[in-house]
């Protein structure tokens, strides 16, 4: 697995989207993958709540005929917690400020899922514009 382009990610996620606090990407079962996160978040907990929160979202999605789960978004007072399925074994959380705009971090963080899937898969995906091509 490519540690870097992982970082890569999350980093180019930080510069498109202001109010971006702390990013994280994980295995579903929780297991830390890697993280960009303040000191002040412990990078471990954070990816172990980031699973069971989707977990449960994943259920819902399912139990109430919603089909394929994509993210969910939490929001406190003091800003946002957005989780991401990156395809059926992994995940990617996103913490944000009271700033962030959460329909442009949405459309920041749905095409950079696709390339985190392809990283932790070692896969390169074909865009569907190139494959009605061929």
Known sequence: ?????????????????????DTAVAAADGLLIAADTAASIEPEGLAALAAAGLGL???????????????????????CAAFYAVGDTALMVVLGDEGVDVDRLNAAVLPAVDRIESILTGTTRTSPSTSARM
């Not at 890569?8 to 606090?21: F, K, P, S, Y």
């Not at 979202?57 to 800003?79: C, N, P």
């Open 1 to 21: 697995m490519d540690h870097e382009a992982l970082a890569r990610e999350m980093q180019d996620l930080r510069r498109q989207v202001t109010g971006i606090t």
């Open 57 to 79: 979202a994943r259920r819902t999605t399912d139990a109430t005929d919603r089909g394929v789960l994509r993210r969910t978004v939490t929001y406190g007072s003091h800003g």
